[in-house]
């Protein structure tokens, strides 16, 4: 049987054109970490998160082994890291200081992950991985709604002028942007930025909107 792969199961959230479109973003189960900072910052914050989140998600992948695996498991490839953005000022996201930037790094999870699994998860990875800060991580349901969206190609600095296309994408289509605390600039990363030409790197970019007033 075919492993999952939702990038082409659900190609229209994750396989956008370069050419920005609105999207309805439906509720998907995330495990997400918080935080504070520059994520380019070396051994900082957000690499941390990030390694957490890989951590635990693999233990959940990885559970189907000696027996354990949990009601209604199947499988599946492991969904690319995502980024929620902002700053804590309460204004819409902008491209600035990096090191003022807030965060929640997070990577969906497979229906089948209840709270349960996800504690399961923590306890295996604190025993394995003590150094890392399980505490900071939590399992929760995100649901964006109505969105523009588009694919970059090229490195993150060069974001700006794929927003800008979409700002005008949406006054165009009597849009308005909607950010909120709870609805933020969001990134999917289908590269490795370690492993990849920034020139090719893809970015879903992601903004909440709303019936232009």
């Not at 523009?148 to 942007?177: I, K, N, W």
């Not at 999917?188 to 970015?203: C, N, S, V, W």
Request: proline share 8%; net charge neutral.
């Amino acid at each position: 049987m075919d492993k999952l792969d939702f990038k082409k199961a659900d190609k229209a959230l994750y396989m956008p054109g370069t050419s920005p479109s609105a999207v309805t973003v439906p509720e998907m189960t995330f495990i997400m970490v918080d935080g504070r900072g520059d994520p380019n910052a070396p051994d900082g914050e957000y690499s941390k998160a990030v390694e957490l989140l890989y951590a635990l998600t693999y233990a959940i992948k990885m559970s189907k082994l000696g027996g354990r695996a949990p009601a209604g498991y199947f499988e599946y490839v492991v969904p690319p890291l995502e980024g929620l953005w902002w700053y804590d000022d309460g204004g819409a996201f902008r491209f600035g200081a990096k090191e003022h930037f807030c965060w929640t790094a997070m990577i969906r999870q497979p229906g089948f992950v209840t709270p349960e699994v996800f504690e399961r998860a923590v306890l295996e990875t604190a025993g394995k991985k003590p150094a890392l800060n399980t505490g900071g991580a939590r399992l929760s349901r995100y649901e964006e709604g109505l969105c523009v969206q588009c694919m970059h190609v090229g490195p993150y600095d060069a974001e700006p002028a794929t927003v800008a296309r979409m700002d005008a994408f949406m006054r165009a289509g009597g849009l308005a942007p909607d950010f909120s605390e709870t609805r933020r600039h969001h990134e999917i990363y289908l590269g490795d930025p370690r492993k990849t030409d920034p020139a090719k790197l893809k970015t879903v970019i992601r903004h909440p909107v709303k019936p232009a007033e």
